[in-house]
């Protein structure tokens, strides 16, 4: 169906005093007795094209065509509207290419987030989802942008897999058979499965991530990662997407810097962009986005070690639900008074206690931390989970007996360390929490098309 987008209309002069064709939604409609004007939305931007329709030219109009939700093709002549100094259409014909009966669920101005989640195939339809998708596609791209100019191999991983990356047993079964007594014990049940052993659905690329830079030096994967932990918060989902560079050559120094970078880069793009989104966001979910983005990009992230971030904890005037002791992990909330409190700026901590971190992280000289970091920002938390790898053979397998892990199914994995090991590092960026944080969307559920999360799958 040949017509012009939206967008074009309403940014370029180019059309004013020409006759074009425009298809999208109505999204407002105010009727009168000479006159009719239709907000129209095809989805190409947030701002909506005002069509105009004189009574009295003659033009016949379907009852239907003022319906809010209806699907219209409009032919007219683009004009400038002097009073506001935006162009419209003077309608010369309308078809109604699907009707919308009063039972659409959009009848309302404003509808709760919750409310819109019911129907994730309708939401879309709105200002703010409008909004959270173009930003998402724009995101992704810069992304893909952002490494692609740097000489990065764009790889992808494996989303059914026999191992599990981070070792924590948090992995979705992937199964054609039902377990049933007939089995005599799991192996046999497994061995009569698919792929004749346990598999599930991969919580990360990572592993077959270093594989790929081992030969090709850098290299990031962007694809699904999937968790079954039972953790009902606003910023995790079941299904996620996940972007993981993995660089050869390189140390947690290193690493900390391209993620800088990257986030840097990535929210500059967004900004120049989407500023219709930008300013929307600012206006509907959080009072001061523009200014927080624009100190991103112009100042320094803090570099802070986990053992000094503990310290400053307990010297907190603040009680914590969980207590802080060097070698826990922390929660949420000590994340955030981090960032949120002491450095009202993004954080990458660094050098955990390796008790609480996985088998792959480099050991650190002092015996107790490993080189690994989360990057944490205010409002969201971590948003980036990432470190060097142990690239000593024996210092692996110890870690692995350590934390009382079997090497099986790992063999591939060891053998990067036993031909040709190099000093490497990756990262994982939550492309949902990173969404979260440029737009001031506070939920996961409302960044990504169909949320799935623990007891809710639509
Ligand atoms: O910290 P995580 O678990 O690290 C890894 O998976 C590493 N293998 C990554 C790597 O080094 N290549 O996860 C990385 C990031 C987190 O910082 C978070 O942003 C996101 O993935 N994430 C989730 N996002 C949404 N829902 C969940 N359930 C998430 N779990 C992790």
Redesign the pocket.
Known sequence: MKHTDIIDVIEKDDYLGKEITVCGWVRTARDSKNVAFLALNDGTCLNHLQIVIDKNSGIEVDPEATKLGASLKVIGEVVKNDRNNTNEINAKEITVLGVCPADYPLQKKFQKLETLREMPHIRVRTNTFNAVFRVRSVLAAAIHRFFQDRGYVYINTPLITGSD??G?GEMFQVTTIGYSEDYKSEEEYYADDFFGKKTGLS?????E?EVAAMGLGKIY?FGP?F?A?N?NTQ??????W?V???IAFCELPDLIEIAEEMIKYIIKEYMDKCPEELKFFEQRFEKGLTDKLLSVINNDFAVVDYTDAIELLKKADVKFEFPVEWGCDLQSEHERYITEQIYKKPVFLINYPKGIK?F?MKQNDDGKTVAAT??LVPGVG??????EREADLNKLLSAMEEKGMSTEGYDFYLDLRKFGSVPHA?????????IMYVTGMSN?RDVILYPRTVGSIK
């Open positions: 990356c981070e924590a919580v990360s690329g990572q592993l991530g994967t990662s968790r932990e953790s910023r995790h989902a079941a299904e996620f996940h993981e560079p993995e996985s792959y989360d990057l971590e948003i980036i989970g990432g470190s990756g990262f994982g960026l939550g492309f949902e929490r990173i996961i």
